[in-house]
């Protein structure tokens, strides 16, 4: 397992759009999330102990959420040496986990690469004009979201997030 640091893409970016297919078997795009104030965007995985480690909690966070808020949490491990993260196993921990946000599968990593994301999980958090506002750990995104709820700018210096390296195919 290596332990990896999130990139630190520029606060400021733009969202990048998307068509990945989610376990409710429909396919998802950043446009579907246009009425959301914030938009969570997490890169994660199902055998990561990093992301296991949070994801008790980040469903917990989503639940207690504003509607304002929507969370997309992103598989770009599809990598065939990882059956673990196949799509169906997906189904499997998200259920066990009592996930009801979507979890998209970035079977071709087109999303992953677009956004530099690097490890699992790696956090983005994009106000209403799906502007860059935050990235970074899990530590910190509860008050990133809050803060671009009651219309302020989250902590300029932020931490960033690490984890798993993503499993690249060649």
Not at 58 to 67: A, D, K, P
Request: aromatic letters at 12%; glycine letters at 6%; one cysteine or more.
């Amino acid at each position: 397992m290596v332990l990896l640091q999130s990139s630190m893409v520029p606060l400021g970016s733009s969202a990048h759009d998307f068509s990945l297919k989610g376990l409710d078997g429909e396919m998802h795009s950043l446009a579907d999330y246009s009425d959301a104030k914030v938009l969570v965007l997490i890169f994660m995985c199902n055998h990561c102990p990093y992301v296991q480690e949070i994801w008790d909690d980040l469903v917990t966070l989503e639940n207690g959420m504003s509607s304002e808020v929507q969370f997309v949490s992103v598989n770009s491990n599809a990598n065939p040496a990882y059956p673990e993260d196949s799509f169906e196993k997906m189904k499997e921990y998200a259920e066990e986990k009592g996930q009801k946000f979507p979890y998209l599968y970035d079977e071709g990593q087109e999303m992953a690469r677009a956004y530099d994301a690097q490890c699992t999980p790696d956090i983005f958090v994009y106000g209403e004009e799906r502007i860059l506002k935050y990235r970074g750990s899990f530590d910190d995104l509860e008050s990133a979201v809050n803060s671009l709820l009651s219309g302020e700018e989250p902590a300029q210096e932020q931490v960033y997030s690490q984890g798993c390296s993503i499993k690249w195919m060649e």
